[in-house]
């Protein structure tokens, strides 16, 4: 966290917003001025997410509990097997189309 004071501003906003709101899942447009049609409300990963900034606010040494470091040759099998042809398609062995005549 380089920049504590953007996230220190954002929470101050979801304090402010998010009770008021009643916890929404999600806001529509780009400045979240509405919940959404379909946001359900109460949600426990909206109070989650709060909860860690919070904490990750007061506590930035507890972010390297959520970030690890890579595994090179983890990462390098991966990337090899998805990159050998992005384009191909998997065939679809043991589906079996029926038509109708």
């Known amino acids: 966290m ?4 953007i996230a220190e ?6 304090e402010r917003r998010l009770s008021r709101d009643r916890w929404p899942e999600y806001y529509d447009t780009r400045r979240g001025g509405f ?7 109460f949600q426990t990963w909206t109070i989650a997410g709060y909860l860690v900034a919070k904490l990750l606010i007061a506590n930035p040494e ?3 509990m959520v970030i690890n470091v890579e ?12 990159s050998s042809n992005p384009r191909r398609k ?3 062995k043991g589906v079996k189309q029926s038509f109708i005549i």
Do not use: V
């Open 62 to 64: 507890a972010a390297k």
């Open 9 to 14: 501003k954002a929470i101050k906003i979801a």
């Open 2 to 5: 380089k920049r504590p004071e």
């Open 35 to 41: 919940i959404g049609k379909q946001a359900r409300l």
């Open 90 to 92: 998997r065939s679809r």
């Open 71 to 82: 595994d090179t040759e983890l990462l390098s099998a991966f990337s090899s097997i998805l």
